[in-house]
C-alpha cells in the first residue's frame, strides 16, 4: 500500500543551475548534498523529500522531454505559485484547470523547469483536511 510520498526525484543536466533555481523557487536551500551528483531539499508540511540528480544518473531510457506522471504539490496560492514559477522561468505545462466540477476547490496546474521536469501545482481541499487533523510534522 502507498502511504505517502516519499522523495520525488527530477533530473538535470546541470545540478548546480537546477540547485540554485529550486533554492530560489523554495526560499531555502538543500539540506543534504551528493558532490557532482544530488542535491536534496525537505520541504511543505511534512518535510517531504524533494531531489535533484544529476542526468548522467537517470535510468536507462528515461526520456529527456517533459511527460509521465505529474505529482501535485498543495499550494496557498495557486495563482501567485504559478507566476512565480512562470516568473522565475518556468514555461506552462498545463493552465490553472478546475477538477471535480465548478467549486470544488480541487484546481491544478503543472509548469516544466528550466531543466525539462514537470511540476505540478494544486489547490486540494483533501489536502487541508488530512492537515487539519493530523498537523504538520
Not at 60 to 80: C, E, F, T
Not at 98 to 115: H, K, L, M, Y
Amino acid at each position: 500500500m502507498l502511504r505517502g510520498m516519499a522523495t520525488s526525484t527530477f533530473y538535470t543536466d546541470d545540478l548546480e543551475a537546477a540547485k540554485d533555481w529550486y533554492s530560489e523557487f523554495f526560499g531555502l536551500e538543500p539540506y543534504f548534498h551528493v558532490p557532482g551528483g544530488y542535491y536534496e531539499f525537505r520541504i511543505g508540511d511534512y518535510q517531504a523529500e524533494f531531489g535533484i540528480v544529476n542526468r548522467a544518473y537517470a535510468p536507462a531510457g528515461a526520456r529527456n522531454a517533459p511527460g509521465g506522471a505529474i505529482l501535485n504539490w498543495h499550494v496557498d496560492d495557486l495563482q501567485a505559485t504559478f507566476d512565480r514559477l512562470l516568473e522565475l522561468g518556468a514555461k506552462e505545462y498545463e493552465p490553472i484547470t478546475e477538477r471535480g466540477g465548478e467549486n470544488s476547490g480541487f484546481v491544478t496546474a503543472a509548469v516544466v523547469d528550466p531543466f525539462g521536469n514537470v511540476l505540478g501545482i494544486m489547490s486540494n481541499p483533501h489536502y487541508l483536511e488530512v492537515l487539519a487533523k493530523t498537523g504538520p510534522a
